[in-house]
């Protein structure tokens, strides 16, 4: 499980970006950094398919974040955004 979580995870990091305006994109994904486990639950939520592991502290994080962000990040998968909003606005 951890090597597709590190090549889904690299395969992100290697996609080609537009900067977004006003925003340093490593700030991008900071206020999910902080909540333990919070990147690893996403990324085992797009290839399990199962958005409920997901907790409501990852949920808020990520409901805070930036919707350019979201889309610059999860370019690789781009169902998956608005299928976590929708559960995690129902957290």
Do not use: W
């Not at 994080?61 to 995690?88: E, I, S």
């Amino acid at each position: 499980m951890k090597i597709v979580y590190m090549a889904v995870l690299g395969t992100a990091q290697t996609l080609p970006t537009q900067p977004i305006p006003g925003q340093d994109q490593s700030d991008c994904l900071s206020s999910l950094e902080v909540i333990p486990d919070c990147i690893p639950e996403i990324f085992r939520s797009i290839i399990n398919g199962e958005i409920g592991n997901v907790g409501p502290s990852c949920c808020r994080a990520f409901l805070g974040l930036d919707a350019d962000c979201v889309t610059q990040t999860f370019v690789f998968a781009p169902f998956f955004p608005p299928t976590l909003a929708n559960h995690c606005s129902r957290r």
